[in-house]
């Protein structure tokens, strides 16, 4: 059975900083590519950073240059270090691990076969 663990989400004001963490147990396919969705009340869900097995990354354009995403292969595991947070960023976070790289989608649930996500964890961030 496939488990995402994630830590690190919590409140920060505006300008300061957060990371989170997201391991993945359970895995029956080799070379994961993982990453971090969000979703805002009223908002669509959005791919916020995902990294490939090969290291290759994608940023969505709110936050480039303000996050940065890291992967552990041997540990399954995903970090997303978050700078400059702003208002907007404050969203639930989910982790998401799949064999094939990560595709926008509309609602933050897996969406097609092992696509598997973690439980979410809130970052909110005040002016």
């Known amino acids: 059975q496939v488990q995402l663990v994630e830590s690190g989400g919590g409140s920060v004001q505006a300008g300061g900083s957060l990371g989170l963490s997201c391991t993945a147990s359970g895995i029956s396919f080799a070379d994961p590519d993982m990453g971090w969705y969000r979703q805002a009340p009223g908002n669509e869900c959005e791919l916020v950073s995902a990294?490939?097995?090969?290291?290759?990354?994608y940023y969505a354009d709110s936050v480039k240059g303000r996050f940065t995403i890291s992967q552990d292969n041997a540990k399954n595991m995903v970090y997303l270090q978050m700078n400059s947070l702003k208002p907007e960023d404050t969203a639930v976070y989910y982790c998401?691990?799949?064999?094939?790289?990560?595709?926008?989608?509309?609602?933050?649930?897996?969406?097609?076969?092992?696509?598997?996500w973690g439980q979410g964890t809130q970052v909110t961030v005040s002016s």
């Open positions: 998401v691990v799949d064999p094939h790289p990560l595709v926008a989608t509309m609602l933050c649930r897996p969406h097609r076969a092992n696509n598997y």
């Open positions: 990294i490939e097995d090969s290291g290759r990354t």
